[in-house]
């Protein structure tokens, strides 16, 4: 089996060399203290959830499980690889002693695994779909299949009279090729992630309040609007013009169907644009999608209509976000991030 632990070395890698230099993996949560070893995650986790009271379940099953990996499932002479993020270099090594509390070598970090660090990988020379797989947020896991193959295969042997500098030589002389894949498909990864999370987000929202989405995305690009409230037979669920009162072109009726799941079809489309006069704008907005046939209605139709999905409307709420009413913000709240650019 080429399966290979993999143990974090702390936020940011901060304890790389201290785990290379020393000869060791660690595991924290310290404040638990020394507990048997033969521990089940039955028992652990009262310890944690007592320690740790302000963890949701997820972080308390997430963190014992850890624990016991360390502990228990990782035997002596397993594979285990750690990295040093600052030097963008694995350390691969072999477990060669079981679990010791030692808190007088790394406080934090007092639960000690002895290691026989034997070869290093540069990241640069690692393929995309291993560096993804080294992605994972966990402090322990387990690295397998092809990725754990062609770490071994790429492994280069250390001298262990100068473990730290040796390895520096090399990892200067790496191509950026692979680099730039990683980084567009991370961005790639993140922008996808972050649009589905947003769509997400509106699906969940109650019809009053996407109702409000709309009509607040209609501000923002500049006229004011009208929305009727709940029981309002009217046919029409936001009005917008540039004065508020229709008195000025272009007079937009908006009709919003927040039905997850479930398309409007082309009879939907035919009785909301049936009482409009020739002047008006229509936008309907369906959480939902529409049918081919309703698609088909709208672009034959007299009446300028636009039909408005999820993902279309969602690429409004990022293009205007920054000129939203900070109540409607707070529908969909979004927070700024930096990735790289292309």
Not at 88 to 108: A, M
Not at 313 to 318: A, E
Request: glycine share 6%; hydrophobic share 35%; net charge negative.
């Amino acid at each position: 089996m080429n399966d290979i632990w993999f143990v974090r070395a702390g936020k940011e890698s901060i304890y790389a060399e201290d785990f290379i230099q020393k000869n060791i993996v660690a595991l924290g949560w310290s404040e638990m203290g020394n507990f048997d070893l033969t521990s089940t995650k039955v028992k652990l986790i009262p310890v944690y959830q007592q320690t740790y009271a302000s963890h949701t379940d997820g972080q308390v099953q997430n963190g014992v499980s850890q624990l016991v990996r360390f502990i228990q499932e990782i035997k002596v002479g397993d594979m285990i690889m750690t990295h040093d993020r600052d030097k963008q270099l694995y350390y691969t090594g072999e477990i060669i002693s079981t679990c010791k509390w030692q808190p007088d070598l790394l406080n934090e970090l007092p639960r000690i695994r002895d290691v026989h660090w034997k070869s290093y990988v540069p990241r640069s020379i690692l393929s995309s779909e291993t560096k993804n797989s080294l992605g994972a947020i966990q402090t322990l896991f387990l690295v397998r299949g092809k990725s754990a193959a062609e770490i071994l295969a790429k492994a280069t042997p250390i001298q262990h009279s100068s473990l730290i500098t040796s390895p520096l030589v090399i990892s200067q002389a790496a191509t950026l090729t692979d680099q730039n894949d990683l980084e567009q498909e991370i961005r790639a990864e993140l922008l996808g992630k972050s649009e589905q999370a947003i769509e997400d987000r509106i699906t969940r929202l109650q019809w009053e309040q996407v109702q409000e989405l709309v009509a607040g995305i209609l501000r923002a690009m500049g006229y004011r609007t009208t929305v009727s409230p709940r029981g309002s037979d009217r046919g029409v669920d936001v009005f917008a013009s540039p004065d508020g009162l229709g008195l000025e072109e272009p007079r937009i009726f908006v009709e919003v169907k927040h039905r997850p799941n479930t398309s409007m079809g082309s009879q939907d489309i035919r009785s909301f644009i049936g009482g409009r006069s020739a002047g008006d704008k229509c936008l309907y907005v369906s959480t939902g999608g529409y049918s081919k046939d309703a698609r088909y209605e709208a672009d034959r139709s007299s009446i300028p209509i636009n039909l408005l999905g999820i993902v279309e409307l969602r690429k409004l709420l990022v293009d205007y976000y920054e000129k939203l009413d900070e109540e409607v913000k707070s529908l969909v709240p979004l927070k700024r991030i930096y990735v790289i650019a292309d």
